[in-house]
């Protein structure tokens, strides 16, 4: 999940995402914080059919716990 934050949604070459994914990300999508929000708190509200198997958070503080995690590191994995 390096680099999720602000990446195009299913952009990662090689990566094999599921249908849904690949539909949801029609448009130009972005993980950007609204969306990390409402996908962390509910993945298949988001994404139907998505092969996510994580029921969610659905503690608000938890999800911005994660999303301030996942926003230090560069898609090299390196923090900023």
């Known amino acids: 999940l ?3 934050v602000d990446r195009k949604v299913a ?3 090689g990566f094999k995402y599921s249908p849904a994914m ?3 990300a029609e448009g130009d999508k972005v993980w950007d914080d609204a969306t990390l ?3 962390l ?3 298949k509200d988001l994404v139907p059919k ?3 198997a ?3 958070l659905k503690k608000e503080k938890d ?3 994660i999303i301030a995690y996942l926003a230090q590191f560069n898609a090299d994995g390196s923090t900023k």
Do not use: L, Q
């Open 2 to 4: 390096n680099g999720i």
């Open 11 to 13: 952009s990662v070459e």
């Open 22 to 24: 690949k539909k949801f």
């Open 37 to 39: 929000h409402t996908y």
């Open 41 to 43: 708190e509910k993945p």
């Open 50 to 52: 998505t092969k996510m």
């Open 54 to 56: 994580f029921a969610g």
């Open 63 to 65: 999800r911005d716990n």
